[in-house]
């Protein structure tokens, strides 16, 4: 809700002349959650973040729902899949923008699906885990073949 009164403001503010106009592009990509993808201008450019948590959202329960006892496993090939996919991406790209592809953001979100699906029936203790997780962020900005890895943990800035 509070989502659609920035927008609804907005668009009073736009009306009002204060601000320039906005394609309808972005006015859609900005309402339906692809703002990531599609649309240009500053004031709902921040809206990307917001988008791959949304697109993650409508993607998890289908995920979750057909899964059903192989979650974990599937989370696990789903990571090592986006993180590869990144690490061939950004072979080939900047590191730039790559913020904005859903595809090679996806394990960012696994992961945090992992650790609630792993806390209810822990296979790997949570605190090794946790351990292993932690070394990974520290090591992945000075290790080039570990660049891929670092947005699971924080940004590469």
Same mark, same amino acid.
Do not use: C, K, N
């Given at each position: 809700p509070a989502?659609?009164?920035?927008?609804? +403001?907005?668009?009073?503010?736009?009306?009002?002349g204060w601000l320039p106009r906005q394609d309808s592009e972005t006015w859609l990509a900005s309402a339906f959650y692809f703002r990531n993808t599609h649309g240009s201008g500053w004031y709902t450019g921040h809206l990307?973040?917001?988008?791959?948590?949304?697109?993650?959202?409508?993607?998890?329960?289908?995920?979750?729902?057909?899964?059903k006892r192989r979650r974990l496993g599937l989370i696990a090939v789903s990571v090592i899949g986006f993180t590869l996919h990144r690490a061939i991406w950004l072979h080939g790209h900047s590191m730039k923008g790559f913020y904005w592809?859903?595809?090679?953001?996806?394990? +960012?979100?696994?992961?945090?699906?992992a650790f609630a699906i792993g806390m209810r029936k822990p296979r790997i203790p949570p605190a090794l885990a946790a351990a292993l997780l932690m070394l990974w962020f520290p090591l992945a900005p000075g290790v080039p073949v570990l660049r891929p890895l670092? +947005?699971?943990?924080?940004s590469p800035m």
């Open positions: 989502f659609y009164v920035f927008l609804l +403001t907005l668009g009073v503010v736009v009306a009002l990307w973040s917001l988008s791959l948590e949304e697109q993650f959202y409508a993607m998890w329960p289908i995920v979750f729902i057909l899964a592809h859903p595809d090679l953001r996806m394990d +960012t979100f696994l992961i945090g699906a670092i +947005t699971a943990l924080g």
